[in-house]
């Protein structure tokens, strides 16, 4: 039976239509629409209920070796109250999960997957060994509420002390909002400013109806897990399951940027330095439909008449106003402008390669 989230009651109140996503009972949208939901975000703000996702807390005079050890990012060069992100893998290569470090005056704190806590709990236990590190798994009384948007900082600051102009991103600092000990993260997942707040369980309606009430005046709006999806989307933002997984490695997903070769020993390095000196076998690209046809996670990707690839992510992409597409292709038809098809429903529909990210982070943007 799906687990309810604190704000359960929250959610039905706003009439939001409630979905079993890994395991939890989440608003997938709510009565004004995924599309609307998603422009509010990229104008204004939205908040979401991501208590689904997991936390670990890892301790210890070899808290920072095992990491190294563990996680593909170089975390030795992490400032404290740095935030990063990287990924765990198998010794082959395979994505176990990607996650989001925080480094801490007296610990790391790590975010990581919904679908993915009990296996990375394991995993990271078990890696420990000859560590002098524990690894506690801390999801049951942290609770995960993201203020997304160019007015999050506006809003936040009204509930806060900590002076978010001077917390650049990916920073976190620990202060209160209304009131509640909270980790504050200059993070997110939609390709927009904004942040991720850690605080007790119990706090969560205190603290989503504090938000709401200060973000109203500014736009604010509950946002549910169809427009997570689209915003994540259209600046390559990877999804567990679709763009990385156990048999996805991270330089084949573009991700090469959170894989430090130089740090030394890590697990999965072996693998990942032969497809690093021989070249991946396929990559991901972004598709924008030629043919009128919505392209969907699983499709298969064809030339001439063969299957090349297969489709990750695909969807209406609402920023651009487009239907488009991440997909694995060979690196041979890669090139931008490079004309596929995408089999919907047992038909051909023309696609061609474009660049991507489909949508420029906010992080990424020139200043005026």
């Given amino acids: 039976m799906a687990r309810r989230t604190e704000l359960y009651a929250r959610h039905v109140a706003l009439n939001g239509r409630m979905i079993d996503f890994a395991g939890w009972l989440l608003p997938v949208q709510y009565p004004t629409g995924p599309i609307e939901e998603h422009h509010t975000v990229r104008r204004a703000a939205g908040l979401f209920d991501i208590d689904h996702m997991g936390q670990i807390v890892v301790r210890g005079p070899d808290a920072l070796p095992f990491l190294q050890h563990v996680l593909t990012a170089d975390i030795s060069r992490m400032a404290t109250g740095e935030a990063r992100y990287s990924l765990v893998c198998y010794d082959d290569g395979g994505v176990v999960d990607d996650v989001f470090v925080y480094r801490?005056?007296?610990?790391?704190?790590?975010?990581?997957?919904?679908?993915?806590?009990?296996?990375?709990?394991?995993?990271?236990?078990?890696?420990?060994?000859?560590?002098?590190?524990?690894?506690?798994?801390?999801?049951?009384?942290?609770?995960?509420?993201?203020?997304?948007?160019?007015?999050?900082?506006?809003?936040?600051?009204?509930?806060?002390?900590?002076?978010?102009?001077?917390?650049?991103?990916?920073?976190?600092?620990?202060?209160?909002?209304?009131?509640?000990?909270?980790?504050?993260?200059?993070?997110?997942?939609?390709?927009?400013?904004?942040?991720?707040?850690?605080?007790?369980?119990?706090?969560?309606?205190?603290?989503?109806?504090?938000?709401?009430?200060?973000?109203?005046?500014?736009?604010?709006?509950?946002?549910?897990?169809?427009?997570?999806d689209s915003l994540r989307f259209e600046p390559k933002l990877p999804l567990y399951g679709q763009e990385i997984s156990a048999t996805i490695n991270p330089l084949e997903?573009?991700?090469?940027?959170?894989?430090?070769?130089?740090?030394?020993?890590?697990?999965?390095?072996?693998a990942l330095l032969k497809v690093r000196l021989e070249g991946p076998q396929r990559k991901l690209v972004g598709l924008e439909m030629v043919d009128r046809g919505v392209p969907r996670h699983g499709y298969a990707v064809a030339l001439d008449g063969r299957t090349i690839g297969e489709v990750t992510t695909g969807m209406y992409a609402p920023t651009p106003g487009k239907y488009l597409a991440l997909a694995f292709v060979p690196p041979t038809q890669a090139a931008i402008g490079t004309e596929v098809q995408v089999m919907i429903r047992g038909e051909a529909k023309r696609a061609r390669v474009v660049k991507t990210p489909f949508y420029t982070p906010a992080y990424r943007r020139q200043p005026a």
Avoid: C
Avoid at 161 to 169: G, I, S, T, V
Avoid at 253 to 270: C, I, N, T
């Fill in 253 to 270: 997903a573009g991700l090469g940027w959170a894989v430090s070769f130089e740090k030394g020993e890590f697990v999965g390095r072996g």
């Fill in 104 to 228: 801490l005056p007296d610990r790391y704190f790590i975010a990581i997957n919904a679908a993915n806590v009990e296996k990375d709990t394991l995993w990271f236990r078990y890696h420990v060994g000859r560590f002098q590190a524990t690894v506690e798994n801390v999801s049951e009384e942290t609770y995960m509420l993201a203020l997304q948007g160019p007015q999050a900082e506006a809003i936040l600051q009204k509930l806060t002390p900590a002076q978010l102009d001077k917390l650049p991103f990916h920073r976190a600092t620990e202060s209160k909002v209304a009131g509640v000990p909270t980790l504050i993260g200059r993070t997110g997942y939609t390709g927009e400013d904004g942040f991720e707040l850690f605080f007790p369980r119990e706090k969560a309606t205190l603290l989503w109806d504090g938000l709401m009430e200060a973000g109203a005046p500014l736009g604010l709006k509950p946002i549910g897990l169809a427009a997570r």
